[in-house]
């Protein structure tokens, strides 16, 4: 029978699953801490698993911003812990938005600026010719052409577009991305 260092004890011992449940609370108290605001209203940690960190970010572009720093975050959360952590993995998998009111803002798609009443009854579409996808495009584009009829034009680049981009800024969407660039 051989004997095992006490490091060697002591790091299954932090390696079991029991150990990592008593690290995560500690990990969620001082996360905010460790990243800052910003960083933590845009990440939620989710599970160490094998000494590994698992991390729900908002977006792809948090995930691999926040990938090419994590070796700094890993040195500072194993500094708080007093762990020896090895990575961080941050992914949208998981990622839940939670409203901090309780209640869900929604909007109709009537309210949008860009919509367009849908008012072409089947009487009015040419006759469908689906047997191919050119017949098939013809079809979308002469319901197009027919639904944008009586569409005001934008007063930039003069292609018919919805009221309410008009109203809102006062071209269409296409030269409003434009003029934001």
Request: charged share 20%; hydrophobic share 40%; glycine share 4%.
């Amino acid at each position: 029978m051989s004997f095992k260092s006490i490091d060697h004890v002591l790091g299954n011992i932090q390696r079991s699953p029991e150990w990592q449940e008593q690290i995560f609370p500690r990990l969620l108290k001082c996360w905010v801490e460790v990243v800052g605001t910003p960083i933590a209203a845009q990440t939620r940690p989710l599970s160490i698993q094998r000494d590994v960190v698992w991390v729900a970010t908002s977006s792809a572009a948090w995930a691999q911003n926040l990938t090419f720093g994590r070796k700094n975050i890993l040195v500072k959360l194993n500094h708080k812990l007093s762990t020896s952590l090895v990575d961080i993995r941050f992914s949208t998998a998981e990622w839940k938005n939670s409203l901090t009111t309780g209640t869900q803002i929604t909007v109709s798609a009537s309210e949008h600026p860009s919509y367009v009443a849908d008012d072409l009854t089947t009487d009015r579409l040419v006759s469908p010719n689906l047997d191919n996808a050119l017949g098939a495009f013809e079809n979308w584009a002469k319901m197009m052409q027919m639904r944008s009829h009586h569409l005001p034009l934008c007063p930039q680049c003069q292609c018919p577009t919805p009221p309410g981009e008009l109203e809102r800024w006062n071209v269409c969407s296409l030269c409003c991305t434009k003029l934001l660039r």
